[in-house]
C-alpha cells in the first residue's frame, strides 16, 4: 500500500480544504488516516464499523483485546454512543472538553464489540485539535483512534513518527506538526457515583477531584505486580519501549549524575543518557558523552512533551542502553513515571 502524507494547516485545517476532503474520502472508504490531536498522533478509522475498526488492530499489531478510544467533534454526539451518562460525568465533559480527557462509559448498540475490544463499555474523547475536529465533522460519524504507533513502540507525537511505524501499512497521514502536550489522554472509568483514573495523563487527579469529588486510581497503575489485572486493557501490555533498555535512576539528582557518569565512562559507544537540563549544565563532563536533554525540572508539561519524542530519539540514535533520571511522581509526573516505569519494564535503580 502506498501510504499518502500531506501537510494541513493546523490552525485553520479548512485552509487545506482538499486535503481534508481526501482524508474523508478515505475513511468513508472504510480507510485508515493518522492524524494529529493535542496528546498524541492516532490512526483512525469510522468507529462504527466492524471491517473497518479490525485494520486498525491489523496495521498497529494490537491484540484485540484492547478496545480503543472513539474522538468526537461536538459534546452532543456521545448521547447516541453511550447508554447512560452519569453526572459526574457530565461535569466532567464540561469542563475538560474538548481536551485530554477520555471517559469510559457503557456503550450504547451501535458500537460494534471490535471497537469495544469485547467490553460493554466505550471510550470517549473530544480532542482540542482543529485537524482532529474538522477531520470528523466532514466524516460525519466518530473515529475510532488508538495511538498511530505499532503495538509497543513510544506513541508518536509528530508524523514523522507514525511514517517510521505506519509506512505501507495505512492508506494516509496528516501532518499537522507537533502534538502540544505530547502524552496519551488521561482515562476514566465513570460509574454512577465512582470516578476512576484508568491511565494518567496531563489532566491529574487533583484537577478532576476538584470538579467531582473524591477520584480513586487502579490499582494495577500503581504496582508493577502482574497479577493485578488493569481494568484499561491496554495497560497490561509492553509500552512506549525503544529498541535499546532502559533503566531508570532514582535518587538525589547529583547521586543519579554521577552514577550515569560511571556507567557512560565504561561504555560510551552504545548508551545515551537521558536528563533534565539543570543536570547537563552543572555537570560538564556529560557534554562527552551521548545525552539528550529532556527540558527544565521546573516544567514538568515540557518534560511530558518531550518524553516519547526522546525515546525515539534513542532509537534512532541506535542506543542500546539507556539511562534515565526519575522525575517526581506527582502531577503530570504520575504520567511520566508511569509511561516509563512501563518503557523501563521497571528496571529501576536507587540510588
Ligand atoms: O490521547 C489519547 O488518548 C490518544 C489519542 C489518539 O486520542 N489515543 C490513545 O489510544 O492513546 P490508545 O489506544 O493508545 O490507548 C487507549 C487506552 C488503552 O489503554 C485502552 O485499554 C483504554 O484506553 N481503553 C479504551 N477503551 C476502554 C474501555 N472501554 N475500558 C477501559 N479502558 C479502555
Ligand atoms: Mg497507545
Known sequence: MNTILQKIDKNNPQNDI???????????NNGLVAFPTETVYGLGANALNEECVKKIYLAKGRPSDNPLIIHISEIEEIYKLVSHIPKKALCLMQNFWPGALTIVLKKSDIIPYATAGGLDTVAIRLPNNNIARALIKECGFPIAAPSAN??????????????????????????????????????????????????????????????CGQVFIDKAILQKDLNVLPKSPGMKYKHYAPKGEITIFNGAIENVCEKILNLLSEDNENCVAILCEEALFKYKQFEKYKTLNIGSIKNEAQIAKNLFYMLRECDNINAKKIY????????????????????????????
Do not use: W
Open 18 to 28: 482538499a486535503v481534508l476532503q481526501k482524508a474523508a474520502y478515505v475513511l468513508k
Open 150 to 211: 505499532i503495538s509497543g513502540k513510544p506513541s508518536p507525537t509528530n508524523a514523522t513518527h507514525v511514517f517510521k511505524d505506519l509506512n505501507g501499512k495505512i492508506d494516509m497521514i496528516l501532518d499537522g506538526g507537533n502534538c502540544e502536550l505530547g502524552l496519551e489522554s488521561t482515562v476514566v472509568e465513570v460509574l454512577e457515583d465512582k470516578v476512576t483514573i484508568l491511565r494518567p495523563g496531563n489532566i491529574t487527579k487533583e484537577m478532576i477531584e476538584e470538579i
Open 324 to 351: 534515565i533520571q526519575s522525575f517526581n511522581d506527582t502531577g503530570i509526573g504520575f504520567a511520566i513515571m508511569n509511561r516509563l516505569k512501563k518503557a523501563a519494564a521497571y528496571n529501576i535503580i536507587n540510588v
